[in-house]
């Protein structure tokens, strides 16, 4: 069967769901389609590590560092003591990428953001270590998509990246960062949002990019809370006379793009109206996050659950599975998701969400169907949508029900994976009638 490299950026314990996309598609696709798939990628494992050696990286010793879930994994330590200048000479000494006629501000603006993995260019120069049939590569806009970029040149095979494009944050509009997705065979986007926003900003044909959306393993949190297999989270974490008291979950990074900070800002105003709730937030934290939390720390009747990666034992951990199952409703105001796995992980366990209505999300969400928007950044709108599910309960249910309905017939990971295979064969044999 055919045999594909995968270019992410990061790889787990990186926690994010371009990495969790890879992950999944890589072990299903494996199993089931009997593909190949060699997985490269930096040792980084939060964002400040992709250009700053102060940064986290994954040791050598970890026992995730040359194998997650029995995939070998293959991690290159990122160079950080080269200047500018000299990653410049390096990369346009390369042929493939001279035929790129990729722009000098182009690869200055890639090599800032990271990670420059020049050993592993060096690697994939050498012809023995250059037979895939394919490369996919995510996430954008990280140096990594260069790399995929040159080993297509190199090999004469068709390159995919699924860029998770932000739209809605300014960062990611930088005419020099967007001229290179330009380069790829196919662009797979998440949502019609995305790909509509990608013709327009990339002025490319519409058969240049794929609609395949995000994915769920719905059995995981479809568990029955009366079973014994099951962590009870409230049991645990709640005080013995406070087990009926609400819950409100957030998860993912805890920063201002994901709407972490504007929860917090919200959590006064909801106390006020609805004082027998708990928040839990789970994700990596930032001194931003952690700031804001010591603003409210000393609220009566503020009641903070607050884990990190360090807290958990992987991207399902029970502690994380019963958070979703337990959760009265599941709060991620973010302008920074191409889609937001997170979102269809609550759905699967049953639980309306809250998102906010920018970027991709209003597609991903249906509002007053399966959950609510609100406007970014807006604690108060934010306060009161959270208040209002939890004294509507018959609502509240009747949202979740539709999530779980959606996820159920459309947005398993079999289901993803499916439409992947069709494209990766697709270009394959594209490729192999040239």
């Not at 019609?192 to 900003?201: F, V, Y």
């Not at 889609?339 to 366990?349: D, K």
């Amino acid at each position: 069967m055919s045999k594909i490299l995968y270019l992410p950026t990061r790889y787990y314990p990186a926690i994010s769901g371009a990495e969790f996309y890879f992950q999944r598609m890589a072990e299903i696709l494996i199993s089931k389609y009997k593909y190949t798939i060699d997985i490269f990628t930096s040792d980084g494992i939060d964002f400040k590590s992709l250009r700053d050696s102060k940064g986290k990286v994954i040791k050598s010793n970890d026992k995730y560092f040359n194998n997650v879930n029995n995939l070998s994994i293959n991690r290159y330590s990122i160079n950080y003591n080269n200047s500018l200048n000299d990653k410049i000479k390096k990369i346009k000494k390369i042929p493939a990428y001279r035929i790129l006629d990729i722009s000098d501000d182009s690869l200055k603006a890639y090599l800032k953001n990271g990670p420059y993995l020049y050993d592993l260019i060096n690697f994939f120069l050498n012809s023995k270590n250059q037979n895939y049939d394919l490369i996919h590569t995510t996430f954008y806009p990280y140096f990594n998509l260069i790399i995929s970029l040159i080993l297509g040149k190199l090999t004469y095979k068709p390159t995919i990246c699924t860029p998770f494009f932000h739209f809605s944050n300014p960062r990611y509009l930088n005419s020099d960062l967007l001229s290179v997705l330009k380069k790829f065979d196919k662009l797979i986007a998440c949502t019609n949002l995305e790909k509509r926003k990608l013709i327009t900003l990339l002025e490319i044909p519409n058969s240049s990019i794929e609609v395949i959306p995000m994915g769920v393993d719905y059995e995981k949190f479809n568990i029955n809370p009366n079973s014994t297999e099951f962590y009870n989270f409230k049991q645990k974490f709640f005080k013995p006379n406070e087990k009926k008291f609400k819950m409100v979950l957030f998860c993912g990074y805890k920063n201002y793009e994901k709407g972490a900070i504007s929860i917090l800002k919200a959590i006064p105003f909801i106390i006020k109206k609805y004082s027998k709730i708990y928040f839990v937030f789970i994700g990596p934290s930032t001194t931003a996050f952690n700031m804001e939390l010591s603003k409210i720390q000393k609220m009566k009747n503020l009641r903070i659950i607050n884990f990190t990666p360090d807290n958990l034992t992987g991207y399902y951990d029970k502690k994380k599975i019963a958070a979703f199952i337990e959760t009265d409703l599941y709060v991620m105001p973010s302008r920074s998701d191409a889609f937001g796995i997170a979102f269809l992980e609550a759905w699967a366990s049953g639980k309306p969400v809250i998102g906010a209505n920018i970027g991709a999300t209003p597609e991903v969400i249906r509002n007053n169907i399966d959950g609510l928007l609100v406007e970014f950044d807006n604690h108060i709108d934010i306060a009161e949508k959270i208040i209002y599910l939890l004294k509507k309960k018959r609502i509240k249910n009747a949202l979740g029900s539709q999530g779980k309905k959606k996820v159920f017939e459309s947005h398993k990971w079999d289901a993803i994976a499916k439409k992947t295979n069709e494209l990766y064969q697709k270009l394959i044999i594209s490729n192999e009638l040239k």
